[in-house]
C-alpha cells in the first residue's frame, strides 16, 4: 500500500485539481475559440481557477455543476467575488448546486424571453 505525508497528498490534490481545470479551460476553449483572442486563455484559465476556488470553498461537490460554475465565471468572472452570489448559493435549506439550477433556470428563462422578443422585433422590421 502506497501511504503519503500531508504534504505530498497536498500537492497531489492541487496537481489533480490543476488538471481538471485545465482540461475544462481545454473544452471550453475548443467551443468558444474567439475567447482565445480576447481575453486569452491565461485568463480564461485564471477566471476558471477563481471560480474553482469558489466551489470548493462553498462544498460543492457534483462535477457538471462545478463546470457550469466554471463557464458562467468565464463570461462573468465577477460572480465568484460577489457576495450577493455567494450568499445565495450558500443559503442554507438546500445545496449550492440545486441553487446554482434554480439560478441557471432563471438566466435560461430570461434569454429565450429575450430571443423572443429580438425575432419578434426582427419580423415588425420586415412587415415595415
Not at 492541487?14 to 475548443?30: I, K, P, S
Request: charged share 25%; glycine share 4%; aromatic share 6%.
Amino acid at each position: 500500500m502506497l501511504t503519503l505525508s500531508e504534504a505530498q497528498w497536498q500537492a497531489l490534490r492541487h496537481t489533480e485539481v490543476q488538471n481538471f481545470v485545465g482540461a475544462v479551460c481545454d473544452q471550453f476553449l475548443a467551443h468558444r475559440p474567439e475567447l482565445l483572442r480576447e481575453p486569452g486563455k491565461e485568463e480564461v484559465l485564471g477566471r476558471m481557477r477563481t471560480a474553482h476556488d469558489f466551489a470548493a470553498k462553498i462544498g460543492m461537490e457534483s462535477t457538471p455543476h462545478i463546470v457550469r460554475l466554471l463557464y458562467l465565471c468565464v463570461d462573468a468572472p465577477q460572480l465568484a467575488a460577489d457576495t450577493d452570489f455567494q450568499a445565495y448559493l450558500q443559503k442554507p435549506g438546500t445545496t449550492p448546486e440545486l441553487r446554482l439550477d434554480d439560478l441557471s433556470a432563471v438566466i435560461e428563462h430570461i434569454l429565450k424571453k429575450k430571443e423572443a422578443r429580438v425575432a419578434h422585433g426582427a419580423k415588425v422590421m420586415r412587415v415595415l
